[in-house]
């Protein structure tokens, strides 16, 4: 019972993802979006939503689809899309800051920062900033790779969706 309940549960995920993510995408390429701007527009929005500062990309995301003039539905889609890998990487990105700048650990645990947040957000901004700006630091390290893959990889389905698209 377990185990089909879990197939369940991944192929709802599946159908989720595909009918309010890719079909939509698919769709803003039918109405002449060029691959290079719906690459872009998907590379900028999985970047920014990793963005290790909670509640702030979907103003990032915003901002920045209007000076570039990219698509403000879809980067704030993927925006939406990647908000619970942004939660998942908000430690490791603190830990990798740590690392990477050689800093003193953070003495608060995951559990302690909940805490904080949930008694007195004020006071887990204050106790909490340098180490989300170490956060910041890490992000910043690793954000170019990653958008040069994602820009290219999806680049390459975009090209590919369109030439099947065609013929």
Known sequence: MKIAT???SELNFVFYFK???IRPILGFLRQGITPKKMALT????VI???FPILGSTTIICSIVAIILRLNLAVINVINFFVYPLQLLLFIPLIKLG?????INPMPYSL???ADLFQNNTLLAFE???FANLIGIGAWAVIALPIFVCLYF???????KMMKEGES
């Not at 998907?42 to 929005?45: P, S, V, W, Y």
């Not at 740590?98 to 050689?102: S, V």
């Not at 990889?153 to 090209?159: K, Q, T, V, W, Y």
């Open 6 to 8: 879990l197939i369940l």
């Open 19 to 21: 009918e309010k993510l």
């Open 42 to 45: 998907i590379a900028l929005g």
């Open 48 to 50: 920014l939503g990793l």
């Open 98 to 102: 740590e690392f990477i700048f050689k």
């Open 111 to 113: 559990d302690e920062i």
């Open 127 to 129: 106790k909490l900033w």
């Open 153 to 159: 990889g999806s680049l390459f389905f975009f090209n």
